[in-house]
């Protein structure tokens, strides 16, 4: 009984949450107009501007927290690469935001067809379709291009959430050989309790807390191979997630 009142209460919080999202964003969505207009890296600093503004105005409503640490990571830092564990559906618009810097992120396609989400989606990412082999090299050199602007680059290497017990799961390639291409350093982040706020399972269940986001020591990619970053940069980021959020 007691478990399927918990259930009922989280889907009402999930309710109220997706109102609060939907309707601040209408309220917001006339600051993200002159991104339609503007250059890069303007456009992208402009978007996380008021993305901040939105999501922290969401988090508010919604009933969560938010804390950042290691911010001092990025201090006199090159535009880098940086990585993010990826747990829940919030992980996204809250990772961008609340970064120190300025940043894109790479992104699903279908997620643009959204009604006016999908605008705002589409200024801060790179727009990849994984099912097709031109996209995805399209989506490299863009990324690249992002680097050569001055913005970071953020990238969810494990590509889907995370639904299993294990701390994080296997990393894909493709950020650490953008890191070795550019001769970029990588910045580790993870995000702690996004699972438990929003979970795959139940769905549509949301339960109000702290979010955390640890910026963990830059790596340099300089004398990596792809392999021995990707190796280097998990066992980072699942031993910090280990340790400030055991099982």
């Known amino acids: 009984m007691i478990q399927k009142s918990k259930l009922i209460l989280g889907r009402i919080l999930a309710f109220w949450a997706f109102l609060v999202f939907a309707s601040t964003l209408f309220l917001f969505i006339w600051f993200y107009l002159p991104c339609f207009f503007l250059a890069e890296p303007h456009k992208t600093r402009w978007h996380r501007i008021i993305s901040r503004y939105w999501m922290g105005l969401f988090l508010m409503l919604s009933g969560c927290r938010f804390k950042v640490t290691g911010k001092h990571h990025f201090k006199n830092l090159e535009p880098a690469i940086v990585i993010c564990n990826h747990n829940s559906l919030i992980d996204v618009p809250v990772s961008t935001p609340f970064l120190p810097r300025a940043n894109k992120t790479i992104a699903k396609k279908s997620f643009i067809y959204v009604p006016i989400f999908g605008w705002v989606y589409q200024f801060g990412s790179v727009i990849v379709d994984r099912k097709s082999d031109q996209s995805r090299r399209a989506s490299f050199e863009e990324m690249k291009r992002v680097l050569g602007n001055g913005l970071d680059m953020l990238i969810y290497p494990e590509g889907t959430r995370n639904k299993t017990s294990a701390p994080l799961k296997s990393f894909y390639d493709g950020a650490f050989k953008l890191a070795i291409d550019t001769k970029k350093p990588i910045i580790p982040v993870v995000l702690l309790n996004t699972k438990k706020i929003l979970p795959a399972y139940p769905v549509a269940c949301f339960k109000p807390g702290k979010i955390q986001m640890d ?17 280097l940069a998990f066992d980072r980021m699942s031993a910090h997630y280990l340790k400030y959020n055991p099982a």
Not at 215 to 228: D, F
């Open 215 to 231: 910026i963990l020591a830059p790596i340099s990619s300089e004398g990596h191979t792809v392999q021995t970053l990707k190796q």
